[in-house]
């Protein structure tokens, strides 16, 4: 389907700032909505922001609303989150995913409407 490759994780301060990358790979005339979910240890993966295969549209956990930023250039087939003021409870490793958009308005919000995954990035915030 779609290869997805993460990176910009690592240890920063609290209040600190991390740009997380995903680059895909592998069909290339597909377009893909695209999201950011993040995982930490003994916790379910939750969401955390999602945008539209154009990056038109964008939507935000409440947790990271106004903190975090997700974009795209499609030139490049890269998705970013840009994370500013992080907190300790950010600590997580951060998972892309795509699914395939058949229009240009979809955006998916749930971790079940994705069908690709990346292998993840550790991001690590400490105090």
């Known amino acids: 389907q779609v290869q997805l490759v993460e990176s910009g994780g690592g240890l920063v301060q609290a209040g600190g700032s991390l740009r997380l990358s995903c680059v895909a790979s592998g069909r290339a005339f597909s377009t893909y909505a695209m999201g950011w979910f993040r995982q930490a240890p003994g916790k379910d993966r939750e969401f955390v922001a999602a945008t539209t295969w154009s990056g038109g549209s964008t939507y935000y956990a409440d947790s990271v609303k106004g903190r975090f930023t997700i974009s795209r250039d499609n030139t490049k087939n890269t998705v970013y989150l840009e994370m500013n003021s992080l907190k300790l409870e950010d600590t997580a490793v951060y998972y892309c995913?795509?699914?395939?958009?058949?229009?240009?308005?979809?955006?998916?919000?749930?971790?079940?409407?994705?069908?690709?995954w990346g292998q993840g990035t550790q991001v690590t915030v400490s105090s």
């Open positions: 995913a795509a699914v395939v958009s058949y229009y240009r308005d979809y955006i998916a919000r749930t971790l079940g409407e994705y069908d690709d």
